[in-house]
């Protein structure tokens, strides 16, 4: 009020200097015109206030991830001009934010029906569809955001993230170069382009000891190589090496993998062995794996969920085994796993049966730095197990209690793993395993 009255005693001093050097007419009509002067003295702060009184209301509730209370306020303004697309885009960011992905999408459409100039809409209807899985609409709705606007970082570091999310290693690492070169002092674009730096190839190994208490330990080495041909199709290639009770053994291992975006992973392959009787003599397998992600939940950030069979073509024995697992991921890197496996054993002279087993993995961070973390976790498995290897009974129950460490950065990463297993008749095994790989 105080801003009211001091610009009324302003325009009122210059309506009456200007009355005494102004024409007769003027002065009669002075109350009439001192109201006009009140009425605009009086609205014009509150025009000028309204739209960042509004948006700073939006911008603290959205700070306060209260998106209820940022919604209504933004309702309110919409009713009172359903047509300030500016207000419509608004709404469907915090729509956004607060995980209603639908009704965001549903938003930046309608938005985008009537003006298909703004980039940022585009852009926004774009980060929509990767978090609901729709990779093709996402480079559809980002693409033309560049088309618009081909000089802003921002937009290609965007269509980065999104090439990356589609397994289109390259190309996301040429629009990361194409957003530096724009804004060589892009913080988000550097940082982008470092996370998300891809390589085609990965080269894997790994030694493993079983100590058993009622036989000589066994041992086994491996080396394989994974190679990404394309954003969709990948190889692995691998040969394992083993020595049970005192028997060489060795396999040569080889699947492909379907990268199916916004879809899953699925892998088959097979294994040819020189067995010696004491490893499987052929295999074929089968996976699924199939992820979900949610950001901006606080508790559950994502879900994985992996399905696979196993055959094994033993001399004196056939196996198919059924493995299930759920992974569910919680914020600051924490992880659990719940896998459950049945196996069905047919041997030559016993006849066929099903035995179960189950396992819970929980995974945690350690230590992090800006390029590489250091991973721990531990791990508790129980069943029956009927397997047909000579290293292994016919039939036994165990119990296993364990856990390992990870080390990995962008191109490297090292693993070690222990555990100890109760078996029946007083028999116990302890396995330690490390594992490394190298990407290039």
Same mark, same amino acid.
């Given at each position: 009020?105080?801003?009211?009255?001091?610009?009324?005693?302003? !325009?009122q001093?210059?309506?009456?200097?200007?009355?005494?050097?102004?024409?007769?007419?003027?002065?009669?009509c002075?109350?009439?015109?001192?109201?006009?002067?009140?009425?605009?003295?009086?609205? /014009?702060?509150?025009?000028?206030?309204?739209?960042?009184s509004?948006?700073?209301?939006?911008?603290?509730?959205?700070?306060?991830?209260?998106?209820?209370?940022?919604?209504?306020?933004?309702?309110?303004?919409?009713?009172?001009?359903?047509?300030?697309?500016?207000?419509?885009?608004? !709404?469907?960011?915090?729509?956004?934010?607060?995980?209603?992905?639908q009704?965001?999408?549903?938003?930046?459409?309608e938005?985008?029906?009537?003006? !298909?100039?703004?980039?940022?809409?585009?852009?926004?209807?774009?980060?929509?569809?990767?978090r609901?899985?729709?990779?093709?609409a996402?480079?559809?709705a980002?693409?033309?955001?560049?088309q618009?606007?081909?000089?802003?970082?921002?937009?290609?570091?965007?269509?980065?993230?999104?090439? +990356?999310?589609?397994?289109?290693?390259?190309?996301?690492?040429?629009?990361?170069?194409?957003?530096?070169?724009?804004?060589?002092?892009?913080? $988000?674009?550097?940082?982008?382009?470092?996370?998300? +730096?891809?390589?085609t190839?990965e080269?894997?190994?790994?030694?493993?000891?079983d100590?058993?208490?009622?036989?000589?330990?066994?041992?086994?080495?491996?080396?394989?190589?994974?190679?990404?041909?394309?954003?969709?199709?990948s190889?692995?290639?691998g040969?394992?090496?083993?020595?049970?009770?005192?028997i060489?053994?060795?396999?040569?291992?080889?699947?492909?993998?379907?990268?199916?975006?916004s879809?899953?992973a699925?892998?088959?392959?097979?294994?040819?062995?020189?067995?010696?009787?004491v490893?499987?003599?052929s $295999?074929?397998f089968?996976?699924?794996?199939?992820?979900?992600?949610?950001? $901006?939940?606080?508790v559950?950030?994502?879900?994985?969920?992996?399905?696979?069979?196993?055959?094994?073509?033993?001399?004196?024995?056939?196996?198919l085994?059924?493995?299930?697992?759920?992974?569910?991921?919680?914020?600051?890197?924490?992880?659990?796993?719940l896998?459950?496996?049945?196996?069905?054993?047919?041997? /030559?002279?016993?006849?066929?049966?099903? +035995?179960?087993?189950?396992v819970?993995?929980?995974?945690?961070?350690?230590?992090?730095?800006?390029d /590489?973390?250091?991973?721990?976790?531990?791990?508790?498995?129980a069943?029956?197990?009927?397997?047909?290897?000579?290293?292994?009974?016919?039939?036994?129950? /165990?119990?296993?209690?364990?856990?390992?460490?990870r080390?990995?950065?962008?191109?490297?990463?090292?693993?070690?793993?222990?555990?100890?297993?109760r078996?029946?008749?007083?028999?116990?095994?302890?396995?330690?395993?490390?594992?490394?790989?190298?990407?290039?």
């Amino acid at each position: 009020m105080q801003r009211f009255y001091v610009e009324m005693s302003l !325009r009122q001093n210059e309506f009456e200097r200007a009355t005494r050097k102004g024409p007769t007419f003027i002065r009669s009509c002075s109350p009439l015109f001192l109201c006009v002067l009140a009425v605009l003295a009086f609205a /014009s702060p509150v025009s000028a206030q309204e739209r960042p009184s509004w948006e700073a209301q939006v911008r603290t509730y959205c700070d306060a991830r209260e998106w209820s209370a940022a919604l209504s306020v933004l309702d309110a303004q919409i009713a009172r001009a359903p047509k300030d697309l500016d207000l419509q885009a608004w !709404r469907a960011r915090v729509l956004t934010w607060a995980g209603r992905l639908q009704e965001a999408e549903q938003t930046y459409r309608e938005i985008l029906a009537i003006d !298909r100039r703004d980039p940022d809409n585009w852009a926004g209807l774009a980060s929509v569809c990767l978090r609901e899985g729709k990779i093709n609409a996402a480079l559809s709705a980002i693409q033309l955001a560049i088309q618009i606007d081909s000089k802003r970082a921002d937009l290609h570091a965007a269509y980065a993230r999104i090439l +990356r999310a589609a397994g289109q290693g390259r190309e996301a690492q040429a629009e990361f170069n194409n957003a530096l070169r724009i804004d060589p002092a892009n913080t $988000e674009a550097r940082t982008a382009r470092k996370a998300g +730096r891809s390589y085609t190839n990965e080269i894997r190994g790994g030694v493993e000891t079983d100590s058993l208490s009622y036989t000589i330990p066994n041992n086994a080495e491996s080396a394989s190589l994974i190679t990404r041909w394309t954003s969709l199709w990948s190889t692995n290639l691998g040969g394992y090496f083993y020595q049970r009770s005192g028997i060489l053994a060795d396999k040569f291992l080889g699947s492909v993998t379907l990268h199916a975006p916004s879809f899953a992973a699925v892998t088959m392959g097979g294994a040819i062995a020189d067995d010696n009787a004491v490893i499987p003599k052929s $295999e074929a397998f089968f996976d699924f794996d199939r992820g979900l992600s949610k950001r $901006e939940a606080t508790v559950l950030k994502g879900i994985e969920f992996q399905y696979g069979q196993h055959w094994y073509w033993y001399q004196t024995a056939r196996i198919l085994t059924l493995n299930g697992a759920t992974v569910l991921y919680f914020p600051r890197d924490w992880s659990l796993t719940l896998g459950a496996t049945g196996a069905r054993s047919a041997f /030559s002279a016993l006849g066929a049966e099903w +035995r179960p087993s189950g396992v819970m993995r929980l995974g945690f961070p350690l230590v992090a730095w800006s390029d /590489s973390r250091l991973s721990g976790n531990i791990l508790y498995a129980a069943g029956a197990e009927n397997f047909a290897s000579a290293d292994q009974i016919g039939r036994f129950a /165990s119990q296993t209690y364990g856990g390992g460490v990870r080390f990995e950065s962008s191109r490297v990463f090292l693993a070690f793993t222990y555990s100890y297993q109760r078996r029946t008749q007083n028999r116990t095994d302890s396995y330690t395993g490390f594992s490394y790989g190298y990407r290039f």
